[in-house]
């Protein structure tokens, strides 16, 4: 009976692990994963160092951007992408929306 118990608690631990932080780590990396094979030469994203670009060539291994605003380019790891096109299209919806409040009263 003893046994059981720890059995229990070892158990309940493992699942608690994997809910917890395992299965999400997962599914992040699988969005990730996806959110890359979606991208598409001329799509605008934001690096993980916060530069604007456009891409400019894509392959299995790396991509080639262009930096805004000058056009500098450079070769970049798909896991350098922090923020996605369709990302970046709500922000722009966001911050439109925020002035158009701001508008209304005035300020």
Do not use: W
């Not at 309940?12 to 990396?29: D, E, G, K």
Request: aromatic content about 12%; some cysteine.
């Amino acid at each position: 009976m003893k046994y059981a118990y720890y059995a229990i608690v070892v158990a309940a631990f493992v699942a608690l692990t994997y809910f917890s932080y395992i299965r999400p780590h997962n599914q992040a990396t699988l969005k990730k994963f996806r959110n890359n094979e979606r991208l598409k030469t001329g799509d605008r994203i934001i690096t993980i160092g916060g530069f604007y670009a456009t891409i400019c060539e894509k392959n299995e291994v790396d991509y080639i951007i262009a930096l805004e605003p000058d056009g500098v380019r450079m070769r970049i790891s798909p896991e350098a992408i922090a923020v996605y096109p369709e990302d970046i299209q709500r922000s722009i919806d966001a911050q439109k929306e925020q002035a158009k409040k701001l508008e209304k009263y005035g300020q």
